[in-house]
């Protein structure tokens, strides 16, 4: 993105962003898989994924072109100097999306070009809504999005024990609201431990889990 704007004479008057901005978006774009960071220490290329080709096959070509970041960046720096008003900016960017929505004609076949995770079998019964918890990428998900309960496979509280997430601790927790860990392991003293984890759910945005020692 740095030297992208040396193809277009308005890009390269305008800019295309800050530096630092420029870093948070690269980072942003590989977090959500969307691009891949390939090389070693000195040379790093940012490589597109098969969900990145796709989502820029599908959208529209005004959106692609960094012609319209260039603009925007400079309208910014009218508003940061009182030339230009907020809302005059927000209002074109409003016309802007409702004249693609309504005049964009959606690419063929598109929705082949983005599978959908795919769904393991069934590990229980939601103990919030009473849906059918389903097993995803990520973790164990209720299949009413509405509900919101879900158990992460990369859980902190089993990831700093060496613990892994699996469909049968899952099961276990969901079925009984408690499961017997053994060999956990320790931060403070490096050894391992037993436990019986509860599953503590109170209904909030995370599900909650409290440790039991002894009988």
């Not at 978006?25 to 898989?33: A, N, Q, S």
């Not at 030339?83 to 309504?102: C, E, G, H």
């Not at 879900?150 to 892994?164: H, L, Q, V």
Request: include cysteine.
């Amino acid at each position: 993105m740095e030297n992208a704007n040396n193809a277009l004479e308005d890009t390269q008057r305008k800019g295309i962003g800050t530096p630092a901005t420029r870093a948070g978006i690269m980072e942003k774009l590989i977090k959500t898989g969307l691009v891949e960071r390939k090389g070693d220490k000195k040379v790093k290329r940012f490589i597109p994924t098969h969900k990145g080709i796709a989502l820029i096959t599908v959208l529209p070509e005004a959106i692609q072109s960094p012609l319209l970041t260039a603009e925007w960046e400079e309208k910014l720096k009218l508003i940061e100097t009182g030339k230009l008003s907020s809302q005059a900016f927000l209002d074109d960017i409003t016309d802007m999306t409702s004249s693609l929505v309504k005049t964009y004609e959606c690419v063929k076949d598109s929705d082949t070009l983005f599978p959908k995770d795919n769904v393991g079998e069934s590990v229980g019964i939601c103990l919030r809504c009473g849906g059918t918890v389903l097993e995803n990428k990520k973790g164990f998900c209720c299949s009413n999005k509405a509900c919101g309960f879900a158990i992460w496979k990369e859980s902190k509280f089993f990831t700093a024990k060496k613990k892994t997430m699996t469909k049968s601790l899952v099961k276990e927790l969901i079925k009984n609201g408690k499961v017997t860990l053994k060999g956990c392991y320790s931060a403070k003293t490096g050894k391992k431990y037993d436990c019986v984890v509860l599953l503590d759910d109170t209904g909030g945005k995370y599900v909650n889990f409290k440790m039991k020692f002894g009988k």
